[in-house]
């Protein structure tokens, strides 16, 4: 069986999941062991009286508790998704060095301020433009942050823009993906197969299969897996797939990040 490494709980802002419902469903669904990564996304550098939209002390004691509870029945890991932009080079690494995470997802989930989520995002670009924009500033993320274990979901964008991933291809964005995939390897870091892309619709991961074959051929090893559940219904969503999508990329095996350090376990 496999790990689910990206989930959410009531701790990020766009969930309301409790994390023991989201343990339970983990054995229900006959999962090794889970992760739970919840949200930091800062949109402005803190003053000393700002607190973080995480609360962080009471995420890792919920899930210490929760490492207790299902001690003998699910290994459960503490992790985070902090989201990325350059101004916050100098943030980020000192709360990641904090608390004592097992996984640190990076992301992109901002593009100059502005989320890609919502369709604000994409009046008066072209989407083409839009998606470049979005994978260059990925490359504006890697030049300054090297706090993190993987870059998560790489073309998260394609989920919500105009025509999703109609029109969207690898070949297309080929340079600059090259580029962002060589850097990561570069660095030590890893990728995410996230099967969000399945629960939205796009018939893919994100990133998609093509990336992630081009990420094996350029000598990448690390890839986690993670559902990026946000209700304890889609931990583990579409998991049956991805074994052999796995082995269709090239990998053999999958990795688990324990204490900031990646293990590899056969597919």
């Known amino acids: 069986m496999l790990w689910d490494t990206h989930m959410h709980t009531h701790f990020s802002v766009d969930s309301d999941a409790n994390p023991c419902e989201m343990a339970q469903t983990a054995i229900t669904k ?17 003053s000393t009286s700002d607190s973080l939209p995480l609360d962080l002390k009471s995420y890792f004691a919920e899930i210490k508790d929760l490492q207790s509870e299902f001690q003998n029945t699910l290994p459960i890991q ?18 990641i060095d904090s608390y004592p995470f097992d996984f640190v ?3 992109s989930h901002l593009i100059h301020g502005e989320d890609p989520y ?15 924009e979005y994978f260059e500033s990925i490359l504006d993320n890697l030049a300054v942050f090297d706090c993190f274990d993987v870059y998560g979901h790489l073309d998260y964008i394609v989920r919500y823009g105009p ?27 890893g990728i995410e197969i996230n099967t969000g892309g399945f629960k939205y619709g796009l018939g893919h991961p994100n990133p998609t299969e093509e990336i992630v074959t081009r990420y094996r051929e350029l000598g990448g090893e690390i890839i986690t897996i993670g559902a990026d559940a946000h209700t304890p219904v889609h931990i583990a969503f579409d998991f ?6 796995l082995t269709d990329c090239g990998f053999r095996y999958y990795t688990v990040f324990k204490e900031r350090k990646p293990f590899f376990y056969k597919l």
Do not use: M, W
């Open 105 to 107: 997802i990076g992301s």
């Open 240 to 245: 049956h797939k991805i074994p052999q999508l």
């Open 118 to 132: 919502y369709p604000e995002y994409f009046y008066g670009k072209v989407e083409e433009e839009a998606y470049l």
């Open 163 to 189: 025509n999703t991933n109609k029109f969207y291809s690898y070949e297309k964005y080929k340079d600059v993906l090259d580029e962002i995939l060589r850097t990561i390897i570069q660095k030590g870091k």
């Open 30 to 46: 006959g999962l090794d062991g889970i992760c739970f990564t919840d949200h930091l996304d800062l949109t402005e550098l803190l």
């Open 78 to 95: 503490f992790g985070i998704e902090i989201g990325f932009q350059p101004f916050l080079k100098e943030e980020l690494p000192k709360i």
